[in-house]
């Protein structure tokens, strides 16, 4: 009886663990981070650092609550507009765009991840144009449009070996592989 009870115990513990791991997946990722940069931000002088942290808070809320994400990449994006960085620029349309996208405001996706193409093509940030492809790839993938989706995922690849961008490359060939169970004419490259 001893034993049935001991057994009982740890799995209510067991349970109550796994429990509390699920609840704080639901929270942002880490309350007293994002307000420590809540609070660099009223005291940073410098716009560039607000873009960073403005960024990092979004980062912080991606997970758990996306239109906080969003809301803060918005912010991050109009400083990084006003200071005139590009490369800040694309990395916040970007995000915004894969927000977006999550959210199913696709066209309005599109309109960042292109906007975000355009300006990483001038910089010749090959890291980000092949992000915007993902992005731009996973919109179609997401409507149906498998033959539009393998394109930009192919895109996305070849810009990531260019640059051996391996986080590019394997979310290249995951994508691909996603997207050839739902269409079945698919050939993809060696």
Do not use: W
Not at 17 to 22: A, D, S
Not at 54 to 67: F, T, V
Not at 76 to 87: N, Q, S
Not at 148 to 168: R, S, W
Request: glycine share 4%; charged share 25%; hydrophobic share 40%.
């Amino acid at each position: 009886m001893n034993g049935t009870k001991s057994s009982f115990s740890r799995s209510i513990i067991l349970l109550l663990m796994i429990i509390f791991i699920l609840c704080s997946e639901a929270l942002p990722q880490n309350k007293r981070l994002i307000d420590s940069l809540k609070n660099v931000i009223t005291v940073s002088k410098n716009d560039t650092n607000k873009v960073k942290i403005l960024y990092e808070i979004g980062n912080q809320y991606e997970r758990s609550i996306l239109d906080s994400a969003l809301y803060y990449y918005n912010e991050a994006l109009k400083v990084a507009e006003d200071i005139e960085e590009k490369k800040f620029i694309a990395q916040c349309l970007i995000s915004i765009g894969f927000n977006l996208n999550t959210k199913g405001v696709n066209e309005k996706a599109i309109q960042y991840l292109e906007r975000a193409l355009k300006i990483s093509e001038k910089l010749e940030d090959k890291e980000k144009i092949s992000s915007c492809y993902l992005g731009l790839g996973a919109i179609h993938q997401d409507t149906g449009s498998y033959e539009m989706a393998i394109e930009f995922f192919l895109k996305a690849l070849e810009n990531a070996k260019e640059i051996e961008f391996k986080k590019g490359i394997s979310r290249s060939y995951n994508l691909l592989g996603i997207v050839s169970v739902s269409y079945t004419h698919l050939t993809l490259p060696t």
